[in-house]
């Protein structure tokens, strides 16, 4: 499995020092204990890993294929972003309703194979505590400025019972094994189909992937929008019937879900109008 490393290095848990910086909660000049993304008891206790620089992982020719060497690290991926008490809280209020979360999902990867859409129920579950964790995790995989500038996710984390999360932030999920492990901070993502761009954020770990946007009105192809869960009342409990798709991961870009086929045949046609380029650009220079 691969992490890219985009603006925060990734501490592995073998080393997880206290650090010094802004708590991502209160927002804090404070010392940062290590917090695991997604929780230990979701999966994440003995994650083996490698981490890619950014901008190494954009220059290679195929990624898919080759991808450039990085350090493996193993304990559990996780980033110094609270403080022992913000940790602690968390800990307690919403890590135990995300980890019955987490196993519904698992449970339902153990059973399908195939990408596709998936029908499911998951039982005992409490959306506002999921919902909340989500957006921690989110916290803590960006950098200092992001609390600044959206205070209202720390508020929303903070009130315990508070349903108030404003409508310019939007969650969506998606089933998916995580072939390559996908930690992206803030992000413009374009679409040059459309001309349009989405401010994002992205997480994919197994058996989910999420995407949180800002000030964003349209849809995401194949994933499904859990900002709903912020009405129910914080220790309701429901069981909730899921039609989710299952998306691949193979590419560290955000709202990136083609398979390994479709992503060979792009490199391989992107190679090849290179290589027609650089003919054409050599043939006008020789005349």
Partial sequence: ???????????????????????????????????????????NKNTKFVTIDFEEYIKAENALKNPPK??????????????????????????????????????LLNQKEEYGLHGYTINEIEPLKVIKHIISMFLAINPEWFLESYPELAAFLNEQETKELPDKFRVFMYLTRAERFRYMPFTTHGNLKTGTTTLCSEIAFPPYGYVITFDFNGKIGYLNEITDFKKFNLNQKTSLNMITYQLP???????????????ESDIDSSLRELEILKRKHLNDKNR
Avoid at 4 to 10: A, F, L, M
Avoid at 17 to 31: D, E, Q, V
Avoid at 81 to 94: E, Q, T
């Fill in 70 to 107: 990085g350090k493996t690290k193993q304990g559990g991926i996780g980033y110094n972003s609270f403080c022992v008490k913000c940790n602690s809280f968390l800990g307690s209020s919403y890590v135990p309703a995300y980890k019955n979360w987490a196993i519904g999902g698992m449970q």
């Fill in 249 to 263: 991961t193979y590419m560290q870009f955000p709202l990136d879900y083609r398979n390994e086929t479709k992503i």
């Fill in 1 to 43: 499995m691969y992490i890219i490393s985009k603006t925060r290095k990734i501490t592995p848990m073998a080393s997880h020092k206290m650090t010094s910086g802004i708590c991502r909660l209160c927002g804090k000049n404070t010392s940062l204990s290590y917090e695991h993304v997604p929780p230990k008891v979701a999966f």
